[in-house]
């Protein structure tokens, strides 16, 4: 029975860990669906929204609702910048030089955001819940439940926004066929501003969930290296395998952690999800629910 | 498929001298020529002639290095795709391009893009009212729907459908947007005989009932001959013959050119 409840209690652990890395593999899904650019900035938009944030609050000594909205703000002119600077001028490049222009924006990004915003670690601190809480013999810890319950929010929010709004609409149908989309008058410019604003405000929710755990620092960028395996798993074109593809990670490795570690001599955790995400593409190349990746990539 | 509307109305767009090349390779060189309002307009010639270049141009796909167009009196540089759209070009492909994802109603819906006025920040504060001119719309969508008999395939995902709903359904989408000027390519490509005259026969009721003028890019003749009101006729991106079908029929380059070009 007590083994049982740890079970659970690892297995909820790893299933709200989960949720936050499907968060950030929500911010390079998105992109990718809407302008077939895999964004390796993903990681560093997250870094930086969580570094304006703090840096904002601290500035201004202003409540962090306030500093969230201004933040908003940050993540939209970051966007209109990347559209206007980067991809504008690279429209009709081949995939590969897109790609590229995005690793420069993340060393940008990077060295930017540490010139504004200073380098040592800082503390993200907006109220959010701490500490760990027992239900039935369970210890369900308060921060991850906060994120993972987050995740779920934003998700039906982007998924109404996606099913049920003219532009979202027209995000879906950009990602299908740029020049049947230009031909109904939609804009590409102004939907590649919205999908940046989109996956930067989902970078800001990752990055306060994130920061709140593990403090605002450099090393936040790299978590998103963590979404790979999340990608390859759900696909790099599906909302849905974002979110079930974290899950499964979140909680395998935590699983594996436990339960396997100690028979391989531990620190399993840092390259199980590599491991699973290659053994599953072995058998499912295109990813839980993804879509055509082999002519896209 | 034999009532013809002959509409001398004047002059809804303008061609002047446009020269369009790809590195060395010249799609069109100076063509001029103009669509008249409420007429259906044909362009012909064999294939690599520039028809479809043409239609590019017209809506701002590929922006000639040379000429001029002027489209409602006015004339215009540089449009972009998207602002043509706004001034009432709509448009299908020679090659469908549908929405893969989408239903038949869906993709017909973004055709309604420019005419549905509630943007992003506005339908998240305003939620009601943006689902009830969402609503308004689609009304207007099943219109289209019922009008070009496709009301069975409404829900299914245009990806999966035969190649000639898939154009019908394209065609939905074009006129969704209410256009004043409607460009066809190829709108009855790879279609069997009865597929063709249904086409036709939308066409014609289109520019019949709501007025709208219509340019077309076809390769069968017969169909050519029979809607159109006037025929455009290119070659190695030149224009080699411009009036009314009987005239266009008889015109010796155009028989040349069709015959040299294997046709
Ligand atoms: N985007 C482009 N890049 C390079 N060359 C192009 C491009 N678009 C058209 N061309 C060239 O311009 C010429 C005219 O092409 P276009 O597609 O306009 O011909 P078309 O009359 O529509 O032919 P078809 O009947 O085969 O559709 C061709 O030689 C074509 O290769
Ligand atoms: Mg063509």
Redesign the pocket.
Not at chain 2, 47 to 54: E, F, L, V, Y
């Given at each position: 029975m007590l083994d049982f409840l740890f079970f659970v209690e690892v297995l909820l652990s790893g299933l709200l860990t989960g949720a936050l890395y499907s968060l950030v593999a929500l911010g390079f899904v998105l992109i990718f669906k809407a302008s077939g650019v895999f964004n390796f900035a993903q990681g560093a938009m997250m870094l930086f929204a969580a570094l304006s944030l703090v840096g904002v609050q601290e500035m201004l000594g202003v409540h962090w609702t306030i500093a969230f909205i201004i933040t908003v703000g940050i993540m939209i002119a970051l966007a209109w910048c990347v559209e206007k600077f980067v991809l504008g001028k690279l429209v009709n490049q081949e995939p590969i030089i897109l790609f590229m222009a995005t690793i420069g924006v993340t060393f940008f990004l990077d060295g930017f955001g540490q010139t504004i915003w200073g380098s040592d670690i800082k503390i993200l601190d907006i109220g959010l819940p701490n500490g760990a809480f027992d239900v039935g013999g369970v210890f369900i810890d308060q921060l991850e439940l906060v994120a993972g319950l987050t995740a779920g929010a934003l998700v039906i929010i982007l998924a109404i926004f996606f099913n049920k709004t003219k532009i979202g609409r027209a995000l879906r149908a950009v990602a299908d066929d740029h020049q049947a989309a230009m031909s109904v008058g939609i804009s590409l410019r102004y939907i590649w501003i919205v999908v940046w604003t989109v996956a930067g405000l989902v970078g800001l929710v990752a990055g306060i969930m994130w920061g709140s755990k593990l403090g605002v620092q450099f090393s936040l960028s790299l978590i998103a290296l963590k979404a790979l395996p999340v990608l390859m798993l759900g696909g790099f074109t599906s909302i849905p395998g974002a979110i079930v593809g974290g899950l499964i990670i979140g909680a395998g490795e935590k699983l594996a952690e436990i339960y396997v570690g100690d028979l391989v001599g531990g620190a399993i955790e840092n390259w199980f999800a590599y491991m699973l995400a290659m053994v599953f593409l072995l058998f499912r190349p295109q990813g839980l629910f993804g879509e055509k990746i082999i002519e896209r990539v | 498929m034999t009532e013809q509307t002959v509409n001398p109305g004047e002059v809804l767009l303008e061609v002047e001298d446009i020269s369009l090349s790809?590195g060395a390779?010249r799609?069109i060189s100076d063509v001029s020529f103009d669509i008249k309002k409420g007429e259906i307009r044909a362009i012909i010639?064999p294939?690599?002639?520039?028809?479809?270049?043409?239609l590019n141009c017209i809506n701002g796909f590929y922006h000639p290095q040379q000429g001029t167009i002027t489209y409602k009196g006015q004339k215009r540089s540089q449009m972009k795709p998207y602002e043509a759209a706004a001034q009432g070009i709509a448009r299908t492909f020679?090659n469908v391009a549908l929405f893969r994802g989408m239903t038949t109603l869906d993709n017909i819906m973004t055709g309604r893009n420019l005419k549905m006025k509630s943007g992003l920040f506005s339908s998240m504060l305003w939620w009601g009212s943006a689902q009830k001119e969402e609503l308004e719309h689609r009304r207007y969508v099943e219109d289209i729907i019922d009008f070009l008999e496709i009301e069975a395939i409404r829900k299914t995902p245009v990806g999966r459908l035969p190649y000639g709903l898939q154009k019908r359904v394209e065609l939905g989408r074009a006129l969704a947007a209410e256009p004043e000027l409607l460009l066809l390519d190829?709108p009855m490509a790879g279609m069997n005989l009865e597929e063709k005259e249904d086409m036709c026969r939308f066409i014609l009721d289109v520019n019949d009932e709501f007025g709208t003028t219509i340019c077309l890019?076809e390769?069968d003749m017969g169909v050519v001959m029979d809607i159109s009101d006037r025929v455009m006729v290119?070659d190695y991106?030149g224009k080699i013959g411009d009036g009314l079908p009987e005239e266009v029929r008889s015109n010796q380059k155009v028989i040349d050119a069709y015959l040299g070009g294997g046709h």
């Open positions: - | 790809f390779v799609a010639g294939n690599g002639a520039g028809k479809t270049s043409m020679q190829e890019i390769h290119l991106g």
